[in-house]
C-alpha cells in the first residue's frame, strides 16, 4: 500500500509540475504493478532499465549520423574548437561518473530515494530533464559559455 501512496505522491507532483516523461514513467510503473508477473518485470526494469534507457538515447544521438546531417567533416570541424574538446571531456566524464554512479546504486539501494527525490524536485520544478548524454551536453554548455567559446 506504500508504494502506491508514494507512486501517487509523485504522479501528483508531475501532473502539478507539468512533467509528461515523469507522468508517463509513473503510469507505467503503475499499470505494471496491476499486471501478472510484476513480481518478475519489476525487478528486470529496475535491474536492466537504466541500460535500455541509455541504448534509446544512444539511438536518438546516432539519428543525425544515419540522415546524414552530421558527418566526417562536423567530427573533424569539432576538434578544430576548444569547445569541442570541451565537449568530448564532458562526455567522458559523464560516462565516468555514470559508471561510479551505477556502482554506488548497486552498492547502496537505499540512495535511490534521495536521487528520486532529486531528480523529483529538478526534474518537475526546476524544469529538468532526468538524462545522461543531456546532462554532459548541460555541463559542456555552462563551461563553453563561461569561457565565452563557441564551436565555430
Known amino acids: 500500500m506504500e508504494s502506491w501512496l508514494f507512486l501517487l505522491l509523485v504522479l501528483g507532483v508531475a ?4 512533467n509528461t516523461s515523469l507522468i ?3 503510469l507505467a510503473v503503475m ?12 525487478p528486470t526494469i529496475q535491474a536492466k532499465g537504466i541500460n535500455w534507457g541509455v541504448t534509446i538515447i544512444s539511438i536518438a544521438i546516432l539519428v543525425p549520423i544515419a540522415t546524414g546531417q552530421i558527418g566526417f567533416k562536423d567530427l573533424m570541424h569539432v ?12 562526455g567522458i566524464l559523464v560516462a565516468i561518473l555514470s559508471r561510479y554512479g551505477v556502482n554506488q546504486l548497486s552498492a547502496s539501494p ?6 528520486v527525490l532529486g531528480t523529483i524536485i529538478g526534474v518537475v520544478f526546476l ?23 563557441s564551436f565555430n
Open 79 to 90: 576538434f578544430q574548437t576548444p569547445a569541442g574538446w570541451i565537449a568530448v571531456a564532458c
Open 127 to 149: 524544469k529538468g530533464v532526468a538524462a545522461g548524454p543531456v546532462i554532459a551536453s548541460g555541463i559542456t554548455y555552462c563551461i563553453v559559455s563561461l569561457l565565452h567559446l
Open 15 to 18: 501532473l502539478f509540475g507539468k
Open 110 to 115: 537505499q540512495v535511490t530515494v534521495a536521487l
Open 24 to 26: 508517463i514513467a509513473t
Open 31 to 42: 499499470v505494471l504493478k496491476l499486471l501478472p508477473l510484476t513480481a518478475k518485470w519489476l
